[in-house]
T-cell receptor, first 114, second 113 residues
Framework: NAGVMQNPRHLVRRRGQEARLRCSPMKGHSHVYWYRQLPEEGLKFMVYLQKENIIDESGMPKERFSAEFPKEGPSILRIQQVVRGDSAAYFC????????????FGQGTRLTVV | DQQVKQNSPSLSVQEGRISILNCDYTNSMFDYFLWYKKYPAEGPTFLISISSIKDKNEDGRFTVFLNKSAKHLSLHIVPSQPGDSAVYFCAAVFQGGSEKLVFGKGTKLTVNP
């Protein structure tokens, strides 16, 4: 039973490019949370999605960031026109239902903007 | 505003001794608390949790204490082992909403052989 899979593990983008981060939840999980960890900080909630629905995006920056979780395929966190301040580790967590406290985390994608 | 605070960025203890990691929170709406362990380049892994209706939860070498009146919780590891060396995050959640976790900044624990 594979865990939460995130890819790529490392992503380097130049300023102004787009970054796409993928998260495949555990089998049977239909709820996905995305968190961001800036250097020397704790993880901060970004968005909570259920299949085909955004439930809570209160932690998402208003511009350039978007997320989706289609009926088929992984959840995608998309960052347009990346800036240096977007450099961080991005983690997703999945759960079988609306219990974020029981979600399992993936290994993260480390985004570096140069 | 930091709703969950871990005021000690690092802690160093000797193998076999007790490690005590502390966490304070400000939002009285939180009703469930968790501790995660994180190794470099890996995701957080769940360690232990406690509901706000309890004041103690124990799992093997790990015990979490909750003092609601002081809005304070602590994680005790006894005895500490070198493999416990990692960053420990305290997290809080309000159950019933979207259940997003609110994390502290973490405490880096080093257990010396």
């Amino acid at each position: 039973n594979a865990g939460v899979m995130q890819n790529p593990r490392h992503l380097v983008r130049r300023r102004g490019q787009e970054a796409r981060l993928r998260c495949s939840p555990m089998k049977g999980h239909s709820h996905v949370y995305w968190y961001r960890q800036l250097p020397e900080e704790g993880l901060k909630f970004m968005v909570y999605l259920q299949k085909e629905n955004i439930i809570d995006e209160s932690g998402m920056p208003k511009e350039r960031f978007s997320a989706e979780f289609p009926k088929e395929g992984p959840s995608i966190l998309r960052i347009q026109q990346v800036v240096r301040g977007d450099s961080a580790a991005y983690f997703c967590a999945s759960s079988p239902d609306r219990r974020g406290s029981e979600a399992f985390f993936g290994q993260g994608t480390r985004l570096t903007v140069v | 505003d930091q709703q969950v605070k871990q005021n000690s960025p690092s802690l160093s203890v000797q193998e076999g001794r007790i490690s005590i990691l502390n966490c304070d929170y400000t939002n009285s709406m939180f009703d469930y608390f968790l501790w995660y362990k994180k190794y470099p380049a890996e995701g957080p892994t769940f360690l232990i949790s406690i509901s706000s209706i309890k004041d103690k939860n124990e799992d093997g070498r790990f015990t979490v204490f909750l003092n609601k009146s002081a809005k304070h919780l602590s994680l005790h590891i006894v005895p500490s082992q070198p493999g416990d060396s990692a960053v420990y995050f305290c997290a809080a959640v309000f159950q019933g909403g979207s259940e997003k976790l609110v994390f502290g900044k973490g405490t880096k624990l080093t257990v010396n052989p």
